[in-house]
């Protein structure tokens, strides 16, 4: 009989309860392919990701390597799960960077203290635009709406900082809480497309939450595992959009808010740099709170 420990925090929130969870197994190295993704369908969690340690020279060459899985595949690149990891190491570790080594490649996670809170930021891969989707096809075929759910100034299209979405922007905050989504449909629309999930997102001026200051807008993710409270990945892929689009400037701060129609709010702060040749440095941030410890008996 084998006992793993494992952590579980609530990412993109400074508040226990909200926000999005993930579970952190600290020691993976002896567990198989076959035991990571049968853990991560008995936390039955969006993401579990699993710590391969390494000697110090390797991960001071190479980062600290960290697999993620859904409860029904292992992913290349996630957005929750690489910040809280990293929070997680960076509260063992007590370093202000921490590299984690992805199938993706290297993703570093910069902390800071920030607003009684350890902020940390993420720099994703640098942004690859792909086709345009048809709204008109998208209404009929995924949503069964009028084209005028859709906010009408900018497009719908996939873009991937890692993993691949379609930024699908909503006319309004009200159509975007009142979306009706069938992911049977959505997937038999997305086998036909370049991406593989659906994020939908809209301009939200009349927020209440903090740093009201900086551009708000409210996301929504709906997947095979139910809604996700908050998409790192899909908001990296969505700041790139905004920025290639110019719904925010170079560098400019802005905040997502995500999760709320399910009672998991989470705050994800994003920002990236436009130049006339592409965009590049996308960044994404945001808190996170460790909530359980445990073990489980394999």
Not at 236 to 247: D, F, L, R, S
Request: proline share 4%.
């Amino acid at each position: 009989m084998r006992t793993l420990p494992f952590v579980t925090l609530d990412v993109f929130t400074q508040r226990p309860l909200e926000g999005n969870q993930l579970a952190v197994f600290p020691d993976a190295g002896g567990l198989s392919d076959a035991e990571m993704q049968a853990l991560a369908r008995e936390t039955n969690l969006s993401e579990t990701t699993f710590i391969i340690p390494r000697d110090a020279a390797t991960e001071q060459e190479r980062g600290v390597k960290v697999r993620i899985f859904t409860v029904a595949e292992e992913l290349e690149f996630a957005g929750h799960p690489t910040l809280g990891t990293a929070a997680f190491i960076h509260r063992q570790r007590h370093t202000n960077e921490v590299v984690l080594d992805l199938r993706v490649g290297k993703v570093p996670v910069r902390f800071t203290d920030h607003d009684g809170g350890v902020f940390g930021e993420m720099t994703q891969r640098d942004p690859v635009f792909g086709s345009i989707h048809s709204k008109e096809t998208l209404a009929r075929e995924v949503l069964q709406c009028e084209t005028s759910y859709f906010d009408p100034e900018l497009p719908v299209q996939t873009v991937s900082t890692g993993l691949v979405f379609a930024i699908v922007p909503v006319a309004s905050v009200e159509k975007l809480a009142s979306l009706r989504f069938d992911y049977k449909h959505a997937a038999a629309y997305l086998e036909k497309t370049d991406a593989k999930f659906l994020y939908f997102i809209a301009r939200n001026p009349e927020s209440k939450a903090e740093n009201s200051h900086i551009k708000h807008f409210r996301a929504r993710m709906i997947f095979y595992n139910g809604e996700d409270p908050a998409t790192g990945s899909a908001a990296g892929c969505a700041t790139a959009w905004m920025a290639q689009h110019g719904v925010i400037g170079s560098d400019e701060a802005a905040l997502i808010e995500q999760g709320v129609e399910i009672k998991r709010p989470s705050q994800i702060y994003i920002r990236a740099s436009k130049t006339s040749e592409a965009v590049r440095n996308v960044r994404v941030g945001g808190y996170s709170v460790e909530v359980m410890r445990g073990q489980i008996a394999l």
